[in-house]
């Protein structure tokens, strides 16, 4: 990979953020996020990512809904996005999610896919 990417991990596990920080952060520049309100706190900043990584069950907002409110209102942040999950949702969520195809990863995550995806959205940005 030829230059570090911008990568925001959104996820309320403290746990997941730390441990994907640390994995991610040694070859890209990476903000944790929380919340889905700190996210969007980040975006409307000006701040921009070339990967966002959303958990799909958090409290408050879902990660979908999430990336809903950026389909609608800032398209190319919602390209951007990866989802994880641990599954246990409504059968309406389980249908997006299978439509996302490999932007839809199950935790405990597979770390070279997640590396895979992230390095793919970084060479689309240079390009």
Do not use: N
Not at 29 to 36: K, R
Not at 60 to 67: A, D, Q, R, S
Not at 82 to 100: D, H, K, N, P, V
Request: contains cysteine; proline residues 4%.
């Amino acid at each position: 990979m030829s230059r570090r990417g911008r990568v925001m991990i959104v996820d309320d596990d403290p746990a997941i953020l730390v441990a994907l920080t640390r994995v991610l952060g040694l070859q890209h520049d990476v903000t944790a996020a929380s919340s889905p309100a700190e996210a969007v706190a980040h975006i409307q900043r000006g701040e921009r990512f070339d990967a966002i990584i959303l958990d799909v069950v958090m409290p408050g907002m879902t990660g979908i809904e999430l990336y809903e409110l950026w389909v609608r209102e800032l398209p190319t942040v919602a390209d951007a996005v990866i989802f994880l999950t641990a599954g246990g949702f409504t059968a309406e969520s389980e249908r997006f999610l299978r439509s996302m195809g490999e932007r839809c990863l199950q935790k405990p995550v597979d770390i070279a896919s997640l590396r895979r995806f992230i390095d793919a959205r970084v060479a689309a940005a240079k390009s």
